[in-house]
């Protein structure tokens, strides 16, 4: 079966972080409701232009904060979903939660529509930081609800933050450990990022934020190794687990096709890559004029498609798997990509199981060669 994924996009938080520049937004109940009833406008522009909502094979809804949605609001989105989806094939329905939204009430309305998979921001556990980073949440509130949920739903990940300015390394090392305690299936532990047009930013221009400098961020990743390569193996560049890889992200490295419904919202159909406008009146107004919300669309040749397939694919630890480039192209990759037989010769990239891959101890060089393959 080929897959396919929905990816559905709530742009709405309760607070905004610190570092934050995703379309997101503090609104009223007004205006969420407003986006949900554009959300299945958008859905229905789709099934008019016979887009065929039954073959999807995974489901994920991200934002902004989808808890940000009241109960009522998110009954109605997932009730929709599962009018419009052949759930037989869904392999993975996630949802992003933020820990502070968690109850007994919203687990239990996730069970109820198939949500098998729980992403949970977490972040950080100190206290200093989580203030810093503008967030909050009552740890022993969300370990309640935590322990419920992993009695009704197992497959749960947490989002953890490195190199957040002011933390060190034992800030980092505690949160991880405790995590761990914890038993999710699953990390995603990113950088913290200085990005323009945000809290952070601001500060930092005016010189009032210091910066995790280069050689604590270095010790922050060999930290990050030492404690989750046991139990959750690193299988891309952010995401760690053993026996939990996200089926619904593995279709972007392995430049599968899904479609994104919402402000923002990417999509990669048709050998075509668009995005929806990130601009919350712009989605309105295109949806009320019968157009689809979409600011911007790239055609790709085949040659893009491929140079996609080598971007994506090499952020597998596992890497790109021989026989389906071929079996996807009719060509091989060495003859499409020479250099990489030269990586090989230089000890760079090896091939296990018919998978080509970066050697792990040049995995942080990754952008140097990709760069070199383009
Ligand atoms: S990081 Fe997430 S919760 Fe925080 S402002 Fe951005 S989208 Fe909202």
Known sequence: MNKLGLYIHIPFC???????????????????????????????????KSFDFRKITSIYIGGGTPTAFEIKLLDELFYELHQMVDFSKIEEFTIEVNP???????????????INRISIGIQTLDKKLLNKINRSFDYDRFLENYNYLKSRIS??????????????????????TSLIKLKPKH??????????????????????LELVDEELELKMVEKIHELLDVDYPQY??????????????????????????GLSAASYLDD?????????????????????????????????????????????????????????????????????????????????????????EYFYVMDHFIEKLM
């Open 14 to 48: 309760n607070k905004i972080c610190a570092y934050c520049d995703f379309p997101k937004r503090v609104s009223k109940n007004t205006i969420k409701e407003k986006y949900l009833k554009y959300l299945k406008k958008e859905i229905n522009l789709y099934k008019d």
């Open 100 to 114: 502070e939204d968690l109850s007994k009430e919203l687990i239990d309305l996730f069970v109820s529509y198939n």
């Open 155 to 176: 497959n749960i990940n947490f989002d953890v933050m490195y190199a957040i300015p002011g933390q060190t390394l034992e800030q980092l090392s505690d949160t991880l």
């Open 187 to 208: 990390f995603s532990v990113y950088s913290l990022i200085l990005e323009e047009k945000t809290i952070f930013y601001n500060e930092f221009i005016k010189g009032k």
């Open 236 to 261: 891309e560049v952010s995401n760690y687990s053993k026996d939990a890889q996200s089926y619904h992200n593995l279709l972007y490295w392995s430049n599968e096709q899904y479609l994104g419904i």
């Open 272 to 360: 075509k890559r668009y995005q929806n406008t990130k601009n919350l009146y712009n989605y309105f107004d295109d949806i009320d004029n019968g157009k689809f919300p979409i600011e911007y669309v790239e055609e790709l040749s085949l040659d893009d498609t491929k140079k996609h397939h080598i971007i994506q694919g090499f952020r597998k630890v596992s890497g790109i798997n021989l026989s389906v480039y071929f079996n996807r192209y009719q060509t091989n990759i060495f003859d499409d990509f020479p250099l990489l037989k030269e990586f090989i010769l230089k000890g760079y990239f090896e091939v296990v199981d018919d998978n080509i891959k970066i050697k792990k």
